[in-house]
């Protein structure tokens, strides 16, 4: 009769030959004949210059705080592009995800550029005071009412060091402890 932790290791052993098993026929079929190619050529349509009269600035990426380095396209004031920078230190010519669709996101016309609020089931448009007004009320009477520890404040891996030391004395201010960070959430 084999022990539990032989068990758990057999286990183990067998998930990790069955994933290796996977990669391997994955990694295969991804570069197999040329009718499964995942890979495919630039069109020429693809690698003509979007804004060929825009200023190229070498900058860092602030999604987070790893700082990788990318090239704006600003053309008019706007930033209408950008590209890895590819000599950059930290980065050294790669980008995360978030850090490559952040300008899709800065322009998309879905993104929420003004507060509303949902009165009678619809959401309507409302301006900055009467919607800083609302939240500070509410969270007033939720502190007076369940207490300060009735919050939990969420800080981001955007947040500058300056930013975050305001974010926990703020917490404090509140009276709770209630602070963590976005990663462990």
Known sequence: MMSEANLRRNARR??????????????????????????????????KEQYPDAKRIKTICTHCSVGCGIIAEVKDGVWVRQEVAQDHPISL???????????????SETRLRYPIEKVNGEWQRTNWDSAMSKICDKLSQIREQSGPDAVMWIGSAKLSNEQAYYLRKFSAFFGTNNLDHCNRV
């Open 93 to 107: 010519g790669g980008h995360c995800c978030k850090g490559a669709d952040l300008i899709d996101r800065a322009r």
């Open 14 to 47: 067998s998930f990790l030959k069955l994933s290796a098993l996977a990669s391997v026929a994955g990694v295969g079929s991804a570069f197999g004949n040329d009718s499964q190619r995942v890979l495919r050529q630039a069109s020429e349509a693809e690698l």
